[in-house]
């Protein structure tokens, strides 16, 4: 465990550029904290100086990462906070600064809401899938998808997880295998081409992950793999769960074409921890995300409740119900 004191823009960039902050909710809080940082060091005694500078972040934070719309909505935050123009300098640097704080709190606590309604799902004695990491280290505590996996664990369900490595970044290997170790919870990692054969076995009851960004549809954006298991949970007739707050719903997206996938490097797949798997010319395709047609969801666990199909309509209502966060 490592912890980064980062007191710099340009550092907490790179961060998230570099996963070092990764996860939709924990980028979005990364990036509320960032403004707030940036309106912090702010040395001048204008503020309309104060807006541009803070703006100026918002841009730089903004272009990091494009698939987690977490990130830009919590830049939306801040910038209704930047709106009011009317405040001195000191006012709005400490509203600035309140509202990354309050982002960063409440993630906490919509996560703990979202692991009690969907522990519903989990039955005593059930076999869970988890693809990449949608914990604690995802979020600013708790996690979406091991949120309610860590709720059933704490309710005295017996669960056990299997958990998929998750090329190219093995965040699954990495994360959520030692998340599950330092919560006593039961796991087995496997590597993510043994899913299918797991679940032929039986061995599978459930598969159940976070998002990235989910369209007004219901289609969900996840890290690279969850449409392959998403595929194979409908071939086996498996319940097959998204977990994500209603901040990665992005209602102004029709479906999941319309949702950017990040491209990465092509280390990422040539390299696996620094050593080199590949040929020097070999060509290299590496999207980051894929999208997961709502068909193959039986639901998405959100804090104010669980939407089923048809997802446009569920969702919306959900939406419009008054948080109790
Ligand atoms: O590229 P990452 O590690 O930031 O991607 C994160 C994911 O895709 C997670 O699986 C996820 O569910 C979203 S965060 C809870």
């Known amino acids: 465990v490592k912890y980064l004191e980062i007191d710099n823009l340009d550092d907490l960039a790179e961060a998230i550029c570099s996963l070092r902050v990764r996860g939709a909710p ?56 930047l709106e009011q123009e009317h405040l001195e300098v000191g006012p709005l640097r400490q509203k600035i600064i309140d509202c990354a704080l309050k982002i960063a709190r409440e993630d906490e606590l919509i996560n703990k809401k979202m692991g009690e309604l969907g522990a519903e799902l989990i039955k005593d004695g059930q076999n869970i899938l988890t693809h990449c990491n949608a914990g604690s280290l995802a979020t600013a505590y708790f996690g979406t998808a091991l949120g309610v996996v860590r709720s059933a664990h704490l309710q005295g369900k017996k669960i056990h997880v299997y958990v998929d490595e998750t090329r190219p970044l093995l965040q699954g290997a990495r994360l959520t295998a030692w998340e599950m170790a330092q919560e006593g919870i039961p796991a087995t990692l496997i590597t993510d081409n043994m899913a299918g054969f797991l679940m032929a076995q039986g061995k599978i009851d459930l598969v159940i992950v976070g998002a990235d960004r989910i369209a007004a549809n219901g289609d969900v954006a996840n890290k690279i793999g969850t449409y392959s298991l998403a595929v194979l949970a409908d071939a086996h007739s498996i319940p097959f769960y998204v977990a994500a707050p209603i901040s990665t719903i992005d209602f102004s997206l029709k479906d999941g074409s319309e949702i950017p996938i990040e491209e990465r490097s092509r280390e990422e797949v040539t390299h696996i921890g620094g050593v080199k798997i590949a040929a020097d010319d070999v060509d290299v395709y590496n999207p980051a995300f894929d999208i997961t047609p709502n068909k193959y969801i039986t639901a998405i666990i959100t804090e104010r409740g669980i939407a089923k199909a048809p997802f446009s309509e569920s969702l919306m209502n959900l939406a419009k119900e008054e948080s109790q966060i």
């Open 26 to 81: 924990a980028i979005g809080v990364a990036a509320a904290l960032g403004a707030a940082l940036a309106s912090y060091q702010f040395e001048g005694r204008d503020t309309k100086d104060l807006i541009v500078h803070v703006e100026k972040a918002c841009g730089v934070l903004g272009s990091t990462r494009p698939t987690a719309v977490n990130l830009f909505w919590a830049i939306d935050k801040i910038r209704e906070v």
